[in-house]
């Protein structure tokens, strides 16, 4: 059964500083991995989407990078603003999932103060 | 826009009530997805589709039913509604082809069942 944690379940950090977001999963045969933003009461966003054959993928300040053979993603936001506060979520997508169902994370919680 | 639209966005139900959520996407995708999003819980599959006139059962499938009478659209019923189901009803959707695509959600509707 695939497994997701993300660590730490919540992240404070002054404007400007680079953020450094972590996701783990236990089973390495995945199609790809998804990176989304949820505002408070709101629905999720796509970010990045890194297919189980890249190393990484970027979108302005955002970069996400994948190590298959560990298990690990991480998602860098550079130079952090207080609009990045939000709750980020990870999810992959297992090849032996029928239907291609997401297994989610908990999420990041955070928080960028002026 | 494109995207996934879902109705209501918000619900209060009495228990025993039943209601039906609608989830409607133009982008042609095939496969279709219910979860539920509860605090400390994650997100969590209820139902999913892979085209239409077929379903399947997620992790967390008890109390509810799906039907998928057209492509672009996605019904979640509840016929007998519990407070255990007041939580945060998420639809999304995805091309068959995963492997190069990821997933699109709806905002989300927020059901309280007192």
């Known amino acids: 059964k695939q497994e997701v944690t993300q660590i730490p379940a919540a992240l404070s950090v002054p404007e400007g500083e680079n953020l450094v977001l972590n996701c783990s999963f236990t089973?390495?045969?995945?199609?790809?991995l998804q990176w989304f933003r949820q505002d408070p009461g709101k629905g999720l966003t796509s970010l990045l989407l890194?297919?189980?054959?890249?190393r990484e993928q970027t979108s302005g300040r955002l970069n996400a990078s994948l190590d298959k053979s560990s298990g690990r993603s991480t998602l860098y936001i550079a130079a952090s603003q207080p609009g990045d506060s939000a709750t980020y979520l990870c999810?992959?997508?297992?090849?032996?999932?029928?239907?291609?169902?997401?297994?989610f994370g908990g999420g990041t919680r955070v928080l960028v103060k002026p | 826009n494109a995207g996934v639209t879902q109705t209501p966005k918000f619900r209060v139900l009495k228990t025993g009530q039943s209601m039906t959520l609608l989830c409607a996407q133009d982008?042609?995708?095939?496969?279709m997805y219910w979860y539920r999003q509860d605090p400390g819980m994650g997100l969590r599959l209820i139902h999913y589709?892979?085209?239409?006139?077929?379903?399947a059962k997620g992790e967390v499938p008890d109390g509810y039913n799906v039907s998928r009478l057209k492509k672009q659209n996605f019904l979640l019923g509840l016929e007998s509604a519990a407070p255990s189901q007041t939580s945060v009803y998420f639809c999304a959707s995805s091309p068959s082809r995963v492997p190069l695509y990821g997933y699109t959600f709806g905002s989300g509707t927020r059901l309280t069942v007192v």
């Open positions: 589709s892979v085209g239409e006139g077929t379903t």
């Open positions: 999810a992959v997508i297992r090849r032996q999932a029928a239907g291609n169902k997401l297994t």
């Open positions: 890194i297919q189980s054959s890249q």
């Open positions: 089973d390495s045969a995945i199609y790809n």
């Open positions: 982008m042609n995708h095939e496969y």
